[in-house]
């Protein structure tokens, strides 16, 4: 994924349509209000670009037209007056570290729920459930995967290297979820991080609505 | 439902487009993120042909052109390099042992929590509401509908042979649960296996959220 | 809104359009799933002249080529193979009761299991919701509105009946429920029908929602 | 912002368009049900003139010609048959006291349940979610916002009165509560007002599902 200047621009083009494509999608369904969250696709390796979403865009309105050619520095390089997302540094951490070709961060209320209910713990272990076979590389339902939540911060740098941090010291993770500010997931692709984010979505408001009811039903026992 | 080859291509594409539209539909919902699910339909009973999802495809996005002719091997048929849902065992088995001419399965959140708060039970009983009057041949809702939940496997040939046996033992019903899985139902065709799948996401989601109310309701009385 | 022969039919096909976009609407909010539901509207008064929904038809695909002329025996008029819903005689018998022009019955989650919660009350009350002011005649969010709930039977005559004796006990009702079979509300023509039953659905869902939380919260006090 | 009489008619047809498209949206998710709420974007500040929605339309199919130019007594000044909202005094209030670009007025069940939860409180507090930071002026998540509750009334001189009076007292509030009667919030943009307003929604659908599993399991705790 070696490119041309106009090899750049053609794989850029079609990024940026995906993008806007998912954003609005990802919108409608209640994941990015409010201009949060923000999406990125690997337009070339070598040298690094990035399709990435500006900031403080309406997601339901995202155009292709807005989205932004970044550099591995976050310097924008298309003709654009817009500002990259706050973010950028965040999807560069992982682009570099899990050789992601797309990474996507949505923000939705099951996400920002249990990231609160579990933060004591450190993260979210979600088993047993045959959504997590659509995970890269997972065969099975019976595969155990690790959530890792991350402490908020406005300091970038700071939670990029914290993000550097959690994604070494759980090589397996598929995504990771930041304190009361969403879920971050990716892939090899655009679809296959699309997927990503659709499965730890399902899962997380699955395990929040499962505890309302179980929790009650050990509640009764005890009692 | 015989069919001659002529008789088949033309079957095939309506079924094609009817199965794109139901995936879109149901994707919409939440009901097949992640790449979860899957539809087929009957194209010719002699020989055996079904219209089939293949594996690994968004279904927000399944064209017609994706979904491939098998046959009762789960053989493709079709020009495709698409490559059929591991589950079409399990569609062969619907289709065989019900005489449905549609099998659709889906993977909601709802389904996912009752298949699994009710596992120990082996199944859901509903009974008392008038949407039960929308499942094929039930003419009251006084009907009480047993609704089984089988045990997951990554071994398809299992699931199909228990599959089966859950059938054979429950000649009357309508659908299926697999255990954090989701359901499956099916009819005479599309139209009527799509009314199922709508009654019984219905019926689940009611149920998990009476659960809920109720449950704290008898907790009050007992304290 | 008496009728000449073209006048009727002018106004059925009128009728008959928005009929449909109103089944689409109400389907996509899942309030229709599974053929449940059923909708009406007044034609012609004298002679009486429904716009009535057909049996078994997918809600979310109802055309208004699909939707049928009655008279007030229920007798289909126009020239189709449908069949009126079984409920038609609930909607003339709402019609004549209330001078409605047009009655809409939805079958969503929150009013089955509402329906269900306050069964032994014979109907549910609904105070201090601004959302009140919407109810033709309401001007003032202190109104209490008595929402009745009627016990469910197949025998379509009998239920008319005693709805009928429902709508002459509760003069003043903009709707009421079927005990787990959703909520019929009407109004002066379709629009303002369209508007109590979206006004219905947001407070019986209000309603559950406060329920659950109020209920733990006056579990915490006794305790 | 002033306005000679071309400017205005040139800036009022462009936001008629967007108040329809925001209104068609809201509406689908539900937070504008039977003709609930209102929006209105400032057109001129000398003389001042708001685009404000007309009463008692449906929100899903409010169409740009239905919108109304008003003045600062709420009179209508575009050549229509339509009456203004009963509450353009409030957003009048709104936009000369915190000089709003545009006001936008939401009903949703969350926003619902919650200003009836808090009612007693005088206000919602929010703190320490990322989703703050997208309220104009606020930079980090550690910020801590206060919703207040005003009491309900139909006397739309009093509600503007004490709507007043909140704004005095609240001086960095982004939006405020009607108990039981939905959200305002604006911005100085109609872009900005609708941002805040998906934030808000956000929030207290977070909050309200928060409050019902973190009670549930103080509940345990405490038994």
Redesign the interface.
């Given at each position: 994924m070696s490119g041309t200047p106009s090899q750049i621009a053609s794989t850029f083009a079609q990024s940026a349509a995906s993008l806007s494509a998912i954003a609005k999608?990802f919108h409608a369904?209640?994941w990015l209000?409010?201009?949060?969250g923000n999406l990125s696709a690997v337009v070339s390796r070598d040298p690094l670009r990035l399709a990435m979403s500006p900031s403080g865009i309406?997601k339901?309105e995202l155009t292709a037209a807005q989205v932004l050619l970044v550099d591995e520095q976050a310097q924008v390089l298309s003709d654009h007056r817009g500002k990259p997302s706050d973010e950028t540094l965040l999807h560069l951490r992982i682009v570099k570290d899990r050789e992601a070709g797309a990474v996507l961060h949505t923000?939705s209320?099951?996400n920002?729920?249990l990231s609160?209910?579990h933060a004591g713990d450190g993260g979210i272990s979600i088993e047993?459930?045959?959504?997590l076979?659509?995970l890269a590389g997972i065969?099975?339902?019976e595969h155990r995967e690790w959530l890792p939540i991350i402490k908020?911060s406005?300091d970038m740098s700071a939670l990029a290297s914290s993000m550097g941090k959690t994604l070494s010291n759980n090589p397996q993770a598929h995504g990771l979820l930041?304190h009361?500010?969403?879920l971050y997931s990716w892939g090899s692709n655009l679809?296959e991080a699309?997927?990503?984010i659709?499965?730890f979505?399902?899962l997380l408001?699955?395990l929040?609505?499962?505890?309302?009811?179980?929790?009650?039903?050990?509640?009764?026992k005890?009692?």
């Open positions: 999608g369904r209640g209000l409010g201009t949060s309406d339901g923000h209320v099951w920002t729920i609160d209910l047993g459930y045959e959504m076979k659509g065969r099975t339902h908020n406005q930041l009361r500010h969403g679809q699309k997927r990503h659709e499965i979505e399902f408001e699955t929040g609505r499962t505890l309302e009811i179980k929790q009650r039903l050990s509640l009764r005890e009692d």
